[in-house]
Protein backbone atom coordinates (compact mmCIF):
# COMPACT_ATOMS: atom_id res chain seq x y z
CA UNK A 1 0.00 0.00 0.00
CA UNK A 2 1.08 3.52 -0.93
CA UNK A 3 1.67 5.34 2.32
CA UNK A 4 0.31 9.29 1.98
CA UNK A 5 0.47 11.91 4.75
CA UNK A 6 -2.18 13.89 4.15
CA UNK A 7 -1.06 16.90 6.55
CA UNK A 8 1.75 17.21 3.82
CA UNK A 9 -0.26 17.71 0.88
CA UNK A 10 -1.66 20.72 -1.10
CA UNK A 11 -5.30 20.42 -2.42
CA UNK A 12 -4.07 19.27 -5.96
CA UNK A 13 -1.97 16.23 -4.10
CA UNK A 14 -4.95 15.36 -1.89
CA UNK A 15 -7.44 15.04 -4.92
CA UNK A 16 -4.87 12.84 -6.73
CA UNK A 17 -4.48 10.86 -3.50
CA UNK A 18 -8.25 9.73 -3.50
CA UNK A 19 -8.19 9.22 -7.24
CA UNK A 20 -9.85 5.85 -8.71
CA UNK A 21 -6.81 3.86 -10.57
CA UNK A 22 -7.64 4.15 -13.98
CA UNK A 23 -9.42 1.66 -16.05
CA UNK A 24 -6.87 -0.08 -18.54
CA UNK A 25 -7.79 0.03 -21.95
CA UNK A 26 -10.41 3.05 -21.33
CA UNK A 27 -10.07 4.63 -24.77
CA UNK A 28 -10.97 1.33 -26.47
CA UNK A 29 -13.41 -0.15 -24.54
CA UNK A 30 -16.26 1.92 -25.49
CA UNK A 31 -15.81 0.98 -29.19
CA UNK A 32 -15.39 -2.40 -28.84
CA UNK A 33 -18.68 -2.58 -26.40
CA UNK A 34 -20.33 -0.85 -29.23
CA UNK A 35 -19.57 -3.34 -32.07
CA UNK A 36 -20.70 -6.65 -29.54
CA UNK A 37 -23.71 -4.71 -28.76
CA UNK A 38 -24.18 -4.13 -32.56
CA UNK A 39 -23.90 -7.69 -33.53
CA UNK A 40 -26.30 -9.22 -31.01
CA UNK A 41 -28.67 -6.52 -32.49
CA UNK A 42 -28.27 -7.61 -35.47
CA UNK A 43 -27.54 -11.65 -36.09
CA UNK A 44 -29.04 -12.26 -32.14
CA UNK A 45 -28.67 -15.56 -30.74
CA UNK A 46 -25.77 -16.76 -33.94
CA UNK A 47 -23.44 -13.75 -32.47
CA UNK A 48 -24.20 -15.14 -28.75
CA UNK A 49 -22.96 -18.24 -30.10
CA UNK A 50 -20.05 -17.12 -31.37
CA UNK A 51 -18.75 -14.78 -28.43
CA UNK A 52 -19.12 -18.29 -26.43
CA UNK A 53 -17.04 -19.71 -29.14
CA UNK A 54 -14.12 -17.42 -28.94
CA UNK A 55 -14.20 -16.17 -25.32
CA UNK A 56 -15.48 -18.53 -23.86
CA UNK A 57 -14.00 -21.30 -25.62
CA UNK A 58 -17.33 -23.41 -25.75
CA UNK A 59 -19.23 -24.74 -29.01
CA UNK A 60 -22.68 -24.50 -29.69
CA UNK A 61 -23.49 -23.04 -26.43
CA UNK A 62 -27.42 -23.76 -26.04
CA UNK A 63 -27.89 -20.76 -24.65
CA UNK A 64 -31.24 -21.21 -22.62
CA UNK A 65 -30.67 -23.53 -18.98
CA UNK A 66 -33.32 -26.12 -19.12
CA UNK A 67 -35.57 -27.21 -16.48
CA UNK A 68 -33.62 -30.78 -16.63
CA UNK A 69 -30.91 -29.17 -16.57
CA UNK A 70 -30.94 -27.25 -13.83
CA UNK A 71 -32.37 -30.13 -11.38
CA UNK A 72 -29.31 -32.11 -12.35
CA UNK A 73 -27.13 -29.15 -10.83
CA UNK A 74 -29.16 -28.77 -7.82
CA UNK A 75 -28.61 -32.34 -6.86
CA UNK A 76 -25.20 -31.07 -6.62
CA UNK A 77 -25.27 -29.20 -3.75
CA UNK A 78 -24.59 -29.82 -0.48
CA UNK A 79 -27.15 -29.58 2.52
CA UNK A 80 -24.84 -26.97 4.06
CA UNK A 81 -24.71 -25.06 1.23
CA UNK A 82 -28.21 -24.83 1.09
CA UNK A 83 -28.71 -23.69 4.19
CA UNK A 84 -26.62 -20.89 4.31
CA UNK A 85 -28.00 -19.50 1.37
CA UNK A 86 -31.28 -20.30 3.30
CA UNK A 87 -30.34 -18.06 6.00
CA UNK A 88 -28.67 -15.03 3.74
CA UNK A 89 -32.05 -15.35 1.39
CA UNK A 90 -34.39 -14.88 5.12
CA UNK A 91 -32.61 -11.91 6.12
CA UNK A 92 -32.47 -10.26 2.62
CA UNK A 93 -36.13 -10.87 2.42
CA UNK A 94 -37.11 -9.35 6.13
CA UNK A 95 -35.11 -6.54 5.30
CA UNK A 96 -36.28 -5.64 1.74
CA UNK A 97 -40.01 -6.75 2.99
CA UNK A 98 -39.73 -3.78 5.05
CA UNK A 99 -39.42 -1.35 2.44
CA UNK A 100 -42.26 -1.93 0.31
CA UNK A 101 -43.84 1.09 -0.71
CA UNK A 102 -47.04 2.81 -0.23
CA UNK A 103 -49.60 4.15 -2.29
CA UNK A 104 -50.33 8.25 -1.59
CA UNK A 105 -53.99 9.82 -1.97
CA UNK A 106 -53.77 13.64 -1.07
CA UNK A 107 -56.65 16.32 -1.50
CA UNK A 108 -54.59 19.58 -2.42
CA UNK A 109 -57.94 21.49 -2.70
CA UNK A 110 -61.10 20.81 -2.56
CA UNK A 111 -62.04 18.98 -5.27
CA UNK A 112 -58.38 18.17 -6.74
CA UNK A 113 -57.03 14.78 -5.72
CA UNK A 114 -53.75 13.45 -6.43
CA UNK A 115 -52.48 10.47 -6.18
CA UNK A 116 -48.88 8.51 -6.06
CA UNK A 117 -48.67 5.07 -7.14
CA UNK A 118 -45.93 1.79 -7.20
CA UNK A 119 -45.95 -0.56 -10.29
CA UNK A 120 -43.45 -3.54 -9.83
CA UNK A 121 -41.49 -2.98 -13.21
CA UNK A 122 -42.99 -5.94 -15.73
CA UNK A 123 -39.85 -7.33 -16.93
CA UNK A 124 -36.10 -7.15 -15.20
CA UNK A 125 -33.00 -9.06 -16.51
CA UNK A 126 -30.49 -10.03 -13.42
CA UNK A 127 -26.57 -10.13 -14.10
CA UNK A 128 -24.74 -12.69 -12.35
CA UNK A 129 -21.05 -12.71 -12.35
CA UNK A 130 -19.85 -15.71 -12.73
CA UNK A 131 -16.04 -17.03 -14.04
CA UNK A 132 -13.59 -17.44 -11.24
CA UNK A 133 -15.89 -16.12 -8.91
CA UNK A 134 -19.10 -17.27 -9.08
CA UNK A 135 -21.79 -14.61 -7.22
CA UNK A 136 -25.09 -16.85 -5.77
CA UNK A 137 -25.18 -13.89 -3.29
CA UNK A 138 -25.73 -11.13 -5.80
CA UNK A 139 -28.80 -13.69 -7.57
CA UNK A 140 -30.33 -12.77 -3.93
CA UNK A 141 -29.92 -9.36 -4.09
CA UNK A 142 -31.31 -8.82 -7.35
CA UNK A 143 -33.53 -11.68 -6.79
CA UNK A 144 -35.45 -11.30 -3.39
CA UNK A 145 -36.59 -7.85 -4.51
CA UNK A 146 -37.50 -8.84 -7.65
CA UNK A 147 -39.66 -11.70 -5.81
CA UNK A 148 -40.79 -9.00 -3.18
CA UNK A 149 -41.66 -6.54 -5.94
CA UNK A 150 -43.70 -9.23 -8.26
CA UNK A 151 -42.34 -8.32 -11.25
CA UNK A 152 -44.07 -10.41 -13.68
CA UNK A 153 -40.85 -11.33 -15.25
CA UNK A 154 -37.86 -11.81 -13.89
CA UNK A 155 -34.48 -13.40 -15.95
CA UNK A 156 -30.84 -14.31 -15.05
CA UNK A 157 -28.26 -14.22 -16.97
CA UNK A 158 -24.57 -15.30 -15.70
CA UNK A 159 -21.14 -16.62 -17.64
CA UNK A 160 -21.11 -20.16 -18.87
CA UNK A 161 -18.92 -22.19 -16.95
CA UNK A 162 -16.30 -24.55 -18.32
CA UNK A 163 -16.10 -27.35 -19.89
CA UNK A 164 -19.60 -27.08 -20.73
CA UNK A 165 -22.28 -24.07 -21.12
CA UNK A 166 -24.07 -25.63 -18.27
CA UNK A 167 -21.48 -25.90 -15.74
CA UNK A 168 -23.22 -23.14 -13.63
CA UNK A 169 -22.46 -22.64 -10.18
CA UNK A 170 -25.45 -25.40 -8.34
CA UNK A 171 -25.15 -22.43 -5.51
CA UNK A 172 -26.30 -19.86 -8.20
CA UNK A 173 -29.24 -22.43 -9.40
CA UNK A 174 -30.99 -22.74 -6.19
CA UNK A 175 -30.88 -19.17 -5.24
CA UNK A 176 -32.93 -18.04 -8.40
CA UNK A 177 -35.21 -20.87 -7.57
CA UNK A 178 -35.62 -19.69 -4.15
CA UNK A 179 -36.25 -16.05 -5.14
CA UNK A 180 -38.87 -17.71 -7.91
CA UNK A 181 -36.54 -17.57 -10.83
CA UNK A 182 -36.40 -20.48 -13.60
CA UNK A 183 -35.57 -18.59 -16.91
CA UNK A 184 -31.73 -18.62 -16.56
CA UNK A 185 -29.19 -18.18 -19.59
CA UNK A 186 -25.87 -19.36 -19.62
CA UNK A 187 -24.74 -16.03 -21.76
CA UNK A 188 -21.87 -13.27 -19.95
CA UNK A 189 -20.58 -10.28 -20.60
CA UNK A 190 -21.39 -7.29 -23.24
CA UNK A 191 -23.22 -9.94 -25.06
CA UNK A 192 -25.53 -10.71 -22.20
CA UNK A 193 -26.25 -7.00 -21.81
CA UNK A 194 -27.00 -6.75 -25.33
CA UNK A 195 -29.45 -9.66 -25.50
CA UNK A 196 -31.50 -8.47 -22.85
CA UNK A 197 -31.71 -4.91 -23.56
CA UNK A 198 -32.53 -5.62 -27.05
CA UNK A 199 -33.67 -9.20 -27.50
CA UNK A 200 -32.97 -12.35 -29.57
CA UNK A 201 -34.74 -15.19 -30.81
CA UNK A 202 -34.32 -17.08 -27.42
CA UNK A 203 -33.88 -14.28 -24.78
CA UNK A 204 -36.94 -11.73 -25.42
CA UNK A 205 -35.78 -7.67 -24.34
CA UNK A 206 -36.29 -6.45 -20.30
CA UNK A 207 -36.78 -2.79 -19.40
CA UNK A 208 -34.67 -2.76 -16.76
CA UNK A 209 -30.98 -4.63 -16.21
CA UNK A 210 -29.81 -5.21 -12.91
CA UNK A 211 -26.53 -5.91 -11.24
CA UNK A 212 -22.53 -5.33 -11.36
CA UNK A 213 -19.76 -6.78 -13.90
CA UNK A 214 -16.11 -6.48 -15.21
CA UNK A 215 -15.54 -3.23 -17.19
CA UNK A 216 -17.04 -4.76 -20.33
CA UNK A 217 -20.31 -5.25 -18.81
CA UNK A 218 -19.96 -1.66 -16.95
CA UNK A 219 -19.49 -0.20 -20.44
CA UNK A 220 -22.24 -2.34 -21.85
CA UNK A 221 -25.05 -1.35 -19.15
CA UNK A 222 -24.36 2.66 -19.75
CA UNK A 223 -24.77 2.41 -23.67
CA UNK A 224 -28.01 0.75 -23.86
CA UNK A 225 -29.10 3.24 -20.94
CA UNK A 226 -28.57 5.75 -23.34
CA UNK A 227 -30.56 3.97 -26.01
CA UNK A 228 -34.33 4.87 -26.01
CA UNK A 229 -34.71 1.27 -27.92
CA UNK A 230 -32.51 -0.40 -24.72
CA UNK A 231 -32.70 -0.96 -21.27
CA UNK A 232 -32.51 1.65 -18.15
CA UNK A 233 -30.16 0.23 -15.57
CA UNK A 234 -29.60 0.11 -11.79
CA UNK A 235 -26.88 2.52 -11.43
CA UNK A 236 -23.70 3.52 -12.53
CA UNK A 237 -20.89 1.04 -11.02
CA UNK A 238 -16.97 0.77 -11.59
CA UNK A 239 -14.69 -1.28 -9.49
CA UNK A 240 -15.11 -2.36 -6.00
CA UNK A 241 -13.76 -0.41 -3.16
CA UNK A 242 -13.76 -0.63 0.35
CA UNK A 243 -12.40 2.31 3.17
CA UNK A 244 -11.51 1.41 6.49
CA UNK A 245 -11.77 4.49 8.78
CA UNK A 246 -9.31 3.01 12.20
CA UNK A 247 -7.88 4.90 15.06
CA UNK A 248 -5.20 3.61 17.27
CA UNK A 249 -7.35 1.19 19.63
CA UNK A 250 -8.88 -0.68 16.47
CA UNK A 251 -7.55 -4.62 16.12
CA UNK A 252 -5.01 -4.06 12.64
CA UNK A 253 -5.79 -8.27 12.26
CA UNK A 254 -9.78 -7.49 11.51
CA UNK A 255 -8.51 -4.60 9.13
CA UNK A 256 -6.21 -6.17 7.07
CA UNK A 257 -8.41 -9.12 6.35
CA UNK A 258 -11.47 -6.45 5.57
CA UNK A 259 -9.21 -4.56 3.11
CA UNK A 260 -8.10 -7.98 1.69
CA UNK A 261 -11.85 -9.01 1.14
CA UNK A 262 -12.52 -6.78 -1.07
CA UNK A 263 -8.70 -6.81 -3.27
CA UNK A 264 -9.46 -10.15 -3.77
CA UNK A 265 -12.69 -9.11 -5.95
CA UNK A 266 -10.18 -8.12 -8.82
CA UNK A 267 -7.09 -6.28 -9.74
CA UNK A 268 -8.49 -3.12 -10.16
CA UNK A 269 -10.63 -2.80 -6.89
CA UNK A 270 -9.42 -0.08 -4.43
CA UNK A 271 -8.59 -0.50 -0.86
CA UNK A 272 -7.87 2.32 1.37
CA UNK A 273 -7.06 2.85 4.82
CA UNK A 274 -7.27 6.38 6.68
CA UNK A 275 -6.26 6.65 10.14
CA UNK A 276 -4.55 9.15 12.81
CA UNK A 277 -2.53 6.67 14.21
CA UNK A 278 0.66 5.60 12.44
CA UNK A 279 1.11 2.81 15.12
CA UNK A 280 -1.78 1.37 13.52
CA UNK A 281 -0.84 1.65 9.81
CA UNK A 282 2.39 -0.30 10.66
CA UNK A 283 0.47 -2.96 12.52
CA UNK A 284 -2.17 -3.03 9.36
CA UNK A 285 0.72 -3.34 6.82
CA UNK A 286 2.37 -6.48 8.64
CA UNK A 287 -1.18 -8.30 8.81
CA UNK A 288 -1.39 -7.53 5.45
CA UNK A 289 1.66 -9.47 4.08
CA UNK A 290 0.70 -12.40 7.06
CA UNK A 291 -2.71 -12.49 5.74
CA UNK A 292 -2.01 -12.41 1.92
CA UNK A 293 0.70 -14.93 1.63
CA UNK A 294 -2.10 -17.22 2.59
CA UNK A 295 -4.93 -16.18 0.33
CA UNK A 296 -6.05 -18.86 -2.89
CA UNK A 297 -6.29 -15.50 -4.36
CA UNK A 298 -3.42 -13.50 -3.32
CA UNK A 299 -2.37 -12.65 -7.11
CA UNK A 300 -5.27 -11.01 -7.52
CA UNK A 301 -5.12 -9.49 -4.24
CA UNK A 302 -1.62 -8.26 -4.59
CA UNK A 303 -2.93 -6.32 -7.80
CA UNK A 304 -5.70 -4.36 -5.97
CA UNK A 305 -3.20 -3.52 -3.17
CA UNK A 306 -0.53 -1.99 -5.34
CA UNK A 307 -2.38 1.27 -6.08
CA UNK A 308 -4.09 0.91 -2.58
CA UNK A 309 -3.34 3.50 0.12
CA UNK A 310 -2.89 3.97 3.95
CA UNK A 311 -3.93 7.40 4.43
CA UNK A 312 -2.53 9.02 8.11
CA UNK A 313 -4.36 12.45 9.30
CA UNK A 314 -3.61 14.44 11.84
CA UNK A 315 -6.76 13.98 13.93
CA UNK A 316 -10.11 12.25 13.57
CA UNK A 317 -11.80 14.97 12.26
CA UNK A 318 -10.04 15.08 9.12
CA UNK A 319 -10.32 11.42 8.86
CA UNK A 320 -13.94 11.76 8.26
CA UNK A 321 -13.12 14.38 5.71
CA UNK A 322 -11.19 12.86 3.64
CA UNK A 323 -13.93 9.50 4.05
CA UNK A 324 -16.13 12.36 2.99
CA UNK A 325 -13.86 13.48 -0.18
CA UNK A 326 -13.65 9.68 -1.26
CA UNK A 327 -17.28 8.58 -1.50
CA UNK A 328 -16.79 5.22 -1.22
CA UNK A 329 -18.70 2.10 -1.92
CA UNK A 330 -17.68 0.19 1.49
CA UNK A 331 -17.51 2.15 4.29
CA UNK A 332 -15.91 0.32 7.67
CA UNK A 333 -15.82 2.53 10.89
CA UNK A 334 -13.84 0.58 13.83
CA UNK A 335 -13.42 3.22 16.05
CA UNK A 336 -13.99 3.95 19.59
CA UNK A 337 -16.67 6.06 18.86
CA UNK A 338 -17.77 4.23 16.10
CA UNK A 339 -21.65 4.65 16.62
CA UNK A 340 -21.15 8.59 16.91
CA UNK A 341 -19.83 9.02 14.26
CA UNK A 342 -22.13 7.66 11.23
CA UNK A 343 -24.09 10.44 11.11
CA UNK A 344 -21.43 12.83 10.23
CA UNK A 345 -20.74 10.76 7.23
CA UNK A 346 -22.63 12.11 3.76
CA UNK A 347 -20.94 9.96 0.73
CA UNK A 348 -20.54 6.53 1.67
CA UNK A 349 -22.91 3.75 0.07
CA UNK A 350 -23.24 1.54 2.88
CA UNK A 351 -21.76 2.00 6.19
CA UNK A 352 -20.08 -1.18 8.31
CA UNK A 353 -19.79 -0.12 12.11
CA UNK A 354 -17.70 -1.54 15.04
CA UNK A 355 -15.39 -4.38 14.79
CA UNK A 356 -17.97 -6.84 14.83
CA UNK A 357 -19.45 -6.03 11.67
CA UNK A 358 -16.90 -7.21 8.74
CA UNK A 359 -18.01 -6.22 4.96
CA UNK A 360 -18.85 -9.67 4.23
CA UNK A 361 -21.67 -9.52 6.93
CA UNK A 362 -23.37 -7.06 3.96
CA UNK A 363 -22.01 -9.17 0.95
CA UNK A 364 -23.63 -12.26 1.95
CA UNK A 365 -26.22 -12.42 5.25
CA UNK A 366 -26.72 -9.44 7.04
CA UNK A 367 -29.86 -8.45 5.18
CA UNK A 368 -28.67 -5.36 3.58
CA UNK A 369 -28.30 -5.20 -0.49
CA UNK A 370 -24.31 -5.33 -1.47
CA UNK A 371 -25.66 -3.77 -5.04
CA UNK A 372 -23.93 -0.36 -4.46
CA UNK A 373 -22.66 2.59 -6.68
CA UNK A 374 -18.94 2.69 -6.81
CA UNK A 375 -16.12 5.54 -8.47
CA UNK A 376 -18.09 8.40 -6.32
CA UNK A 377 -21.25 8.04 -7.73
CA UNK A 378 -22.40 6.83 -4.13
CA UNK A 379 -22.61 11.02 -3.29
CA UNK A 380 -25.83 11.26 -5.37
CA UNK A 381 -26.49 7.07 -5.85
CA UNK A 382 -28.13 5.39 -3.72
CA UNK A 383 -27.40 1.49 -2.49
CA UNK A 384 -30.26 -0.81 -4.70
CA UNK A 385 -33.57 -1.61 -2.41
CA UNK A 386 -37.16 -2.67 -3.22
CA UNK A 387 -37.73 0.62 -5.02
CA UNK A 388 -35.63 0.16 -7.95
CA UNK A 389 -37.66 -2.73 -8.66
CA UNK A 390 -40.83 -0.62 -9.36
CA UNK A 391 -41.80 2.47 -11.24
CA UNK A 392 -43.66 5.64 -9.35
CA UNK A 393 -46.37 7.44 -11.39
CA UNK A 394 -49.22 9.99 -10.34
CA UNK A 395 -52.80 10.01 -11.13
CA UNK A 396 -55.22 13.03 -10.60
CA UNK A 397 -58.95 13.71 -10.76
CA UNK A 398 -60.51 17.20 -10.51
CA UNK A 399 -64.31 17.27 -10.04
CA UNK A 400 -66.32 20.80 -11.11
CA UNK A 401 -65.35 21.83 -7.56
CA UNK A 402 -61.88 21.01 -7.81
CA UNK A 403 -61.84 22.95 -11.90
CA UNK A 404 -63.15 25.83 -10.30
CA UNK A 405 -60.58 25.96 -7.46
CA UNK A 406 -56.96 25.70 -9.39
CA UNK A 407 -58.67 26.43 -12.73
CA UNK A 408 -58.21 30.45 -12.95
CA UNK A 409 -54.70 30.01 -11.47
CA UNK A 410 -54.01 27.85 -14.11
CA UNK A 411 -55.18 30.40 -16.63
CA UNK A 412 -52.75 32.71 -14.61
CA UNK A 413 -50.26 30.66 -14.60
CA UNK A 414 -49.76 29.40 -18.49
CA UNK A 415 -50.45 33.00 -19.75
CA UNK A 416 -47.27 33.64 -17.68
CA UNK A 417 -45.09 31.18 -19.97
CA UNK A 418 -47.25 32.73 -23.05
CA UNK A 419 -48.55 29.04 -22.98
CA UNK A 420 -51.88 30.04 -24.79
CA UNK A 421 -53.51 26.16 -25.54
CA UNK A 422 -52.85 25.37 -22.08
CA UNK A 423 -54.87 28.38 -20.82
CA UNK A 424 -57.35 27.59 -23.43
CA UNK A 425 -57.92 23.81 -22.31
CA UNK A 426 -58.65 25.16 -18.98
CA UNK A 427 -60.32 28.16 -20.33
CA UNK A 428 -63.09 26.15 -21.96
CA UNK A 429 -64.21 24.32 -19.12
CA UNK A 430 -64.37 27.25 -16.80
CA UNK A 431 -66.83 28.37 -19.54
CA UNK A 432 -68.46 25.41 -19.88
CA UNK A 433 -69.24 25.06 -15.80
CA UNK A 434 -70.39 28.56 -15.84
CA UNK A 435 -72.90 28.25 -18.89
CA UNK A 436 -74.14 24.88 -16.79
CA UNK A 437 -74.62 27.21 -13.79
CA UNK A 438 -76.68 29.48 -15.37
CA UNK A 439 -78.80 26.83 -17.28
CA UNK A 440 -78.98 25.71 -13.65
CA UNK A 441 -80.82 29.03 -12.42
Not at 3 to 22: C, E, G, M, V
Not at 49 to 59: C, E, H, M
Not at 266 to 278: A, N
Request: proline residues 6%; glycine residues 4%; contains cysteine.
Amino acid sequence: MQRIDWATLDSSAQQQALARPALPDAATLAPQVREIIAKVQSEGDAALRAYSASFDKLDNNPIKLSLDEQQRLLSLLSQERKAAIELAYDNIRKFHAAQLPRDIEVETSAGVICELKNQPIQSVGLYIPGGSAPLPSTVLMLGVPAQLAACPRAVLVTPPGKPAATDIAPEIIYAANLCGITEIYTIGGAQAIAALAYGTETIAKVDKIYGPGNRYVTEAKQQVSQDPRGAMIDMPAGPSEVLVLADALANPAFIAADLLSQAEHGPDSQVILVSDSQSLIDQVELQLSAQLAALPRKEIAAKALAHSRAILTPDQATAVAVTNAYAPEHLIVQTANAEALTAQFTSAASIFVGQWTPESAGDYASGTNHVLPTYGYSRTVSSLSLSDFFRRYTVQRLSATGMRNIGPAIVTLAEAESLEAHANAVRLRLAALESAAQDKN
